[in-house]
């Protein structure tokens, strides 16, 4: 597919996780091994290059322990192809509407309540914070910048496919950073 043909295929419908996902984090263990968070994803793209992201991190890899949504909302910049194969393209999920965090356990809102941070309130479960352009220093992200999430998008058999996390847990936070491999896929619900 062209980038024009993905844009309007994208566009109807939520595009979800087939089941919980398993991710490398930036955490490691006493021995250094790298630790594993579980997920869920949810896209929904409009008209415009207007984009909804919601992940769910859990605490299990059944996800049956929620620990913090994350939703956000902006704009999508195609930035051409993507080497990694035909019709694959470079992607920025660009957070300029919204970004969302709300703590589902009260362990982690305790948690990032231990981070020093004039700028947000106390966490809670189930109060939901815009972080976009604050410090928040648990997710990486600095006062006055938006969010971009450098990635990249493909098509295949009606699945939809996102890069695959860098496997030593760093994020899409930089164009050098940009996946080269392919996430699972995501299946769209109507």
Sequence with gaps: MTAEQIKHFIQGGKWVSISPELRPSISK?????????????????????VFECTVINYADPSAKIPLVEITIKGHLVWQGEHPLTAGAYNLDYVADIAYEV??????????????????????????????????????????????IDYDLIYIYNDFLFNGSKNVDGRAFDKPENRPTNLQVPLVRKF
């Excluded at 263990?29 to 290059?49: E, H, K, M, Q, W």
């Excluded at 948690?111 to 815009?130: F, G, H, Y």
């Excluded at 928040?136 to 006062?143: I, R």
Aim: glycine content about 8%; cysteine-free; overall charge negative.
């Design 102 to 147: 709300t703590p589902l356990n009260q362990a982690f809102a305790d948690a990032i309540n231990k981070i020093p941070n004039n700028t947000l309130s106390q966490w809670e479960p189930n109060k939901t914070q815009d972080v976009k352009g604050k410090a928040f220093p648990a997710f990486g992200l600095t006062e006055g910048q938006i969010y």
């Design 29 to 49: 263990n006493a021995a250094g091994d790298i630790l594993p968070f579980y997920l869920t994803r949810s896209f929904t793209y409009s008209v415009g290059d």
